[in-house]
Nanobody, 125 residues
Framework: QVLLVESGGGSVQAGGSLRLSCASA????????MGWFRQAPGKERERITT???????SYADSVKDRFTISKDNAKNTLYLQMNSLKPEDTAMYYC???????????????????WGQGTQVTVSS
């Protein structure tokens, strides 16, 4: 069982920053590929970024150069640093783990078996 708990969401103005955290109940290395997804009302859940076991990262074009995924293995925590936020970044953000290691990590939500409860990010113009 992989328990993931997100935190750090909130409301900010455009151009602001937020850092999301995802605390894992077990060692990150056992979770397989991990990533952040988001889902806006009426839209499908989309992959934002993923991180492989060796630390290699991948980003959606919409967030490249603005968002950064990182992990602290000692704290069993995954992070998402979000800078230069835009109103279109408004969504529920989810941390996810596949349970398996892939190279590269998959981008489709269906390949991730474990999900956190989500944390809301709202960006106002």
């Amino acid at each position: 069982q992989v328990l993931l708990v997100e935190s750090g969401g909130g409301s900010v103005q455009a151009g602001g920053s937020l850092r999301l955290s995802c605390a894992s109940a077990r060692v990150l290395g056992l979770n397989g590929c991990m990533g952040w997804f988001r889902q806006a009302p009426g839209k499908e859940r989309e992959r934002i970024t993923t991180i492989e076991q060796n630390g290699s990262t991948s980003y959606a074009d919409s967030v490249k150069d603005r968002f950064t995924i990182s992990k602290d293995n000692a704290k069993n925590t995954l992070y998402l640093q979000m800078n230069s936020l835009k109103p279109e970044d408004t969504a529920m953000y989810y941390c996810a783990a596949s349970g398996l290691w892939y190279r590269p990590c998959p981008t489709m939500a269906r390949n991730y078996n474990y999900w956190g409860q989500g944390t809301q990010v709202t960006v106002s113009s």
